[in-house]
C-alpha cells in the first residue's frame, strides 16, 4: 500500500467574495490543521492525510486539489521563452509526486496501480524505459524465440488543445508454433524482462533468423493459425487485442495481458505580468515531461488524474485536481435559468448567522437553492420558500424531492423545508413570524429588468418589514441591480444596510447586503 504523508496541502477554489467566510468554516471542523486565504477565489487547507476524503463534507468549496509543490519567485522577468519551457520541463522530473499521488488514490479511490516500474529516477539525463516495455508483463517461456522491438509513443497534454489525440503504446506480440516430437511448443515474443532489458535492447531487436518478429505465422499441425495481431485506433488511441490459438484450436485466456497505464492531462492557469510563454507552451512542455517520467497515457477528455500548473506573477503551483466535477452540484437535480451555486448559498447563510430554532424565509425562492442548502447545512433550523413563477416552484418541489430520497437512502431523515407558490407583495405568513429573509433577487437581466425592480424592491422590503421580527430580525439579498436597492433601503423606514460584500456570480460583480429590522412596527 502507498505510504501517506502525515499532512497534506489542499488547494480549494471558493466563490469569489466569499474566501473568509469558506476559511471560517475550515477552522471549526476538527481534522483540518489550518486554512488560509491564499488569493481570489483560492484558499489553502492543511490536515493530516487521511482525512482527505473529509473534504467533501466542507459546504463552502467548489473543487479541491492536492499541492505538489508551490515555489516564490519562481520565474524571471522578461525571461526567454525557451529557458522557461526548459526549466518546466526539468521541473517535472524533480517534483516529488509519490505522497500527492497517494492522497489523489485515496480520496477518489483508484484501484489500480499508478506506476508498474520505478516511477521517481534520480536524474531527468536518463531515459526512461519504453512504455511498452513497462507494461507489458513478463510470461514464461521454454523455448527461445524471437522478440519485438517494444513500440514507445511521447504525447504532450495541453489544455488549450481539445482536438489533441491520445496515444497508448502497447507490444507486439508474435508467437512461433513448431512441431517437435508430435508436440506443439508456443513462444510468446515481443515481451522482454524488464529487469534485465537496455536501452539498445529497447531500441532495437533482431531475430536470429532475420525474419521480422511482428509477422511471424508459422502454421501447426493441425493447420490452424498462431497469431492474429489486431489495432483499433478510432478514437486516436491504440488498442491492442492478442488472440493465441493452441494446436487444437482453443484460445488462450487474456489474464496475462496487464493493464494500461492511468489516463492524465496537463493543464496551464496563468495570471498577472506579461509572460514570454503561453499557456498552451507550459502545458505541452511540463505535460510532455510528465508522460516522459510517468509513462502515464495522454487523455484530454475525461482523464484518470489532472495535473495543473498555476502561474501566478513569478509564483507556481503545481497540483494534481481531486474533484471531478465542482462540489456546488450536490444539492440540485433540476436546474432553472438563474438556479444560484449551493456555495454561494452557503455564504449568503454564513453572513445571516442562522441560530437553532429560527425560521428562514427565501420569498423569491426559484428552484430553491437557498433553503435546500440551509436545510442540508444548517438542519435545526426551519426553511420556507416561494415563488410566484410555477416552473421554479415545481423546479423546487422536484429538488427536495430528489434530494430527500437520496437522504432516506443514507439514513440522514427528512429535510426542514416547505416550499409554497406566492406574491411577494402578499406573503401568506403571520406578522413577525421569520427571524431572517435570505434571497437572490432578480438582476434583471435574466429575469426581470431595472424598470421592473424599482417597483419590486420597495414592494418586497415592506412585506418583509412586516413577517419579519422587530429588533432581532435581519435580511441578507443579494442583487446585481445595487442602485435600486440601496435606494429602496435607504427610502424605508424599517430597515439599515449595516455592510455590504461583494461576490462575484457568474462573472457579475453583485452585491450582498446585511440589513437589520428595527423597533418600528408596520401599520
Not at 12 to 22: M, N, Y
Not at 306 to 318: A, G, L, Y
Not at 408 to 420: E, F, N, S, V
Request: proline share 5%; net charge negative.
Amino acid at each position: 500500500m502507498s505510504r501517506i504523508s502525515p499532512i497534506a496541502r489542499v488547494l480549494a477554489t471558493v466563490p469569489s467574495g466569499l474566501e473568509t467566510l469558506a476559511v471560517e468554516e475550515c477552522k471549526l471542523l476538527p481534522f483540518v490543521q489550518s486554512a488560509t486565504h491564499l488569493r481570489r477565489g483560492k484558499i489553502e487547507i492543511r490536515l493530516p492525510a487521511d482525512d482527505v476524503n473529509k473534504i467533501k463534507e466542507l459546504r463552502s468549496i467548489d473543487n479541491a486539489f492536492v499541492i505538489v509543490g508551490s515555489f516564490e519567485n519562481f520565474l524571471e522577468d522578461d525571461a526567454d521563452k525557451e529557458v522557461c519551457l526548459k526549466t518546466f520541463h526539468k521541473l517535472a522530473w524533480q517534483l516529488e509526486f509519490k505522497d500527492s499521488i497517494a492522497v489523489w488514490k485515496s480520496f477518489t479511490g483508484y484501484k489500480h496501480n499508478v506506476y508498474v516500474a520505478d516511477p521517481f529516477p534520480d536524474r531527468p539525463d536518463v531515459l526512461p524505459l519504453p512504455t511498452a516495455a513497462l507494461f507489458a508483463r513478463p510470461k514464461s517461456s521454454s523455448a527461445a524465440a524471437s522478440s519485438d522491438a517494444p513500440v514507445s509513443n511521447s504525447s504532450t497534454a495541453s489544455s488549450d488543445e481539445a482536438a489533441n489525440t491520445d496515444t497508448t503504446a502497447s507490444p507486439t506480440q508474435s508467437e512461433d508454433t513448431s512441431k517437435n516430437g508430435g508436440e506443439g511448443t508456443t513462444q510468446v515474443a515481443g515481451e522482454p524482462d524488464i529487469s534485465s532489458l537496455s536501452l539498445a535492447d529497447a531500441a532495437s531487436s533482431t531475430e536470429a533468423n532475420g525474419s521480422t518478429a511482428a509477422e511471424d505465422t508459422m502454421a501447426a499441425s493441425n493447420g490452424s493459425t498462431a497469431a492474429e495481431d489486431t489495432m483499433a485506433a478510432s478514437n486516436g488511441s491504440t488498442a491492442a487485442e492478442d488472440t493465441v490459438a493452441a494446436s487444437n484450436g482453443s484460445v488462450a485466456s487474456q489474464e496475462d495481458v496487464a493493464p494500461l497505464a492511468p489516463t492524465f492531462r496537463a493543464t496551464c492557469n496563468r495570471i498577472g505580468m506579461k509572460h514570454t510563454f503561453s499557456s498552451m507552451d507550459i502545458a505541452r512542455a511540463f505535460g510532455g515531461s510528465c508522460n516522459d517520467r510517468h509513462h502515464w497515457t495522454v487523455k484530454m477528455v475525461d482523464s484518470d488524474i489532472d495535473v495543473v500548473v498555476n502561474i501566478m506573477e513569478r509564483n507556481i503551483e503545481v497540483c494534481i485536481a481531486l474533484t471531478t466535477e465542482s462540489l456546488h452540484y450536490r444539492n440540485m437535480s433540476f436546474f432553472g435559468p438563474t438556479t444560484l451555486r449551493s456555495t454561494i448559498c452557503n455564504g449568503l447563510l454564513r453572513l445571516a448567522n442562522i441560530q437553532p430554532g429560527e425560521v428562514v424565509c427565501d420569498p423569491m425562492c426559484g428552484s430553491g437553492s437557498i433553503p435546500i442548502e440551509g436545510a442540508v447545512a444548517f438542519p435545526k433550523g426551519v426553511y420556507l420558500g416561494g415563488d410566484n413563477h410555477e416552473v421554479g416552484c415545481g423546479y423546487s418541489a422536484n429538488n427536495i424531492t430528489a434530494l430527500s430520497e437520496k437522504r432516506m437512502l443514507a439514513d440522514k431523515g427528512a429535510l426542514p423545508i416547505d416550499t409554497y407558490l406566492w406574491d411577494v407583495g402578499q406573503l401568506p405568513l403571520r406578522t413577525g413570524s421569520v427571524d431572517a429573509f435570505v434571497s437572490d433577487l432578480p438582476f434583471g437581466k435574466r429575469i426581470g429588468s431595472a424598470a421592473n425592480n424599482k417597483v419590486l424592491y420597495p414592494r418586497l422590503l415592506l412585506e418583509m418589514a412586516r413577517v419579519c421580527r422587530c429588533t432581532t430580525g435581519r435580511a441578507v439579498l443579494m442583487s446585481l441591480d445595487k442602485r435600486t436597492l440601496l435606494r429602496s433601503v435607504s427610502a424605508s423606514p424599517f430597515w439599515k444596510t449595516r455592510y455590504s460584500r461583494t461576490l462575484n456570480v457568474g462573472g457579475l460583480p453583485a452585491c450582498a447586503y446585511y440589513l437589520t429590522r428595527n423597533s418600528k412596527e408596520v401599520e
